[in-house]
């Protein structure tokens, strides 16, 4: 397992990465990808959208804003795991994080933001969502 602290906002949130396993988490929030599976804890509504000029589906998944961890080991602003990139751009109007995912995820990529997590996939995806309490589940086929 590898461990890294991306910087967020005034703090770090932290990077697991175990096999085809990625995880990012903060205080309130944690995202964890899988092949066809991806698992957002801290969620409070979810809705998916096919955006038809780019042949696109959009996943958002609408959360608390995140809260971030008050130190993490080796923070750094972008990581790139061979398969996965992981990278951090802050703006004036916020921060946010890009995830590009493998193509045997099924997704193209994920943008998080304060209070938002986009899955963007290929319009052709079946997108099945799975709510319980605070978490959701979105199985991709």
């Known amino acids: 397992m590898t461990v890294h602290g991306m910087r967020y906002g005034d703090g770090c949130l932290e990077v697991k990465r ?3 396993y990625l995880l990012l988490s903060g205080w309130n929030y944690s995202i964890e990808i899988r092949p066809r599976i991806v698992t957002v804890k801290g969620f409070k509504r979810a809705e998916v959208k096919e955006i038809y000029d780019s042949r696109k589906k959009i996943v958002f998944i609408y959360h608390d804003v ?4 008050g130190e993490c080991n080796d ?6 795991l061979g398969d996965y990139l992981v990278k951090v751009t802050s703006l004036f109007t916020g921060h946010y994080i890009t995830i590009v995912a493998p193509g045997y995820t099924l997704i193209d990529y994920i943008v998080v933001t304060g209070d ?13 969502l799975e709510e319980y309490r605070d978490t959701v589940t979105i199985y991709l086929n």
Do not use: A, M, S
Not at 66 to 69: A, G, M, Q, T
Not at 75 to 80: A, G, M, S, Y
Not at 116 to 128: D, E, M, Y
């Open 18 to 20: 175990t096999g085809e």
């Open 75 to 80: 923070v750094v602003e972008e990581i790139d």
């Open 116 to 128: 938002q997590t986009l899955i963007i996939l290929q319009g052709k995806r079946n997108v099945f």
């Open 66 to 69: 995140v809260k971030e961890l």
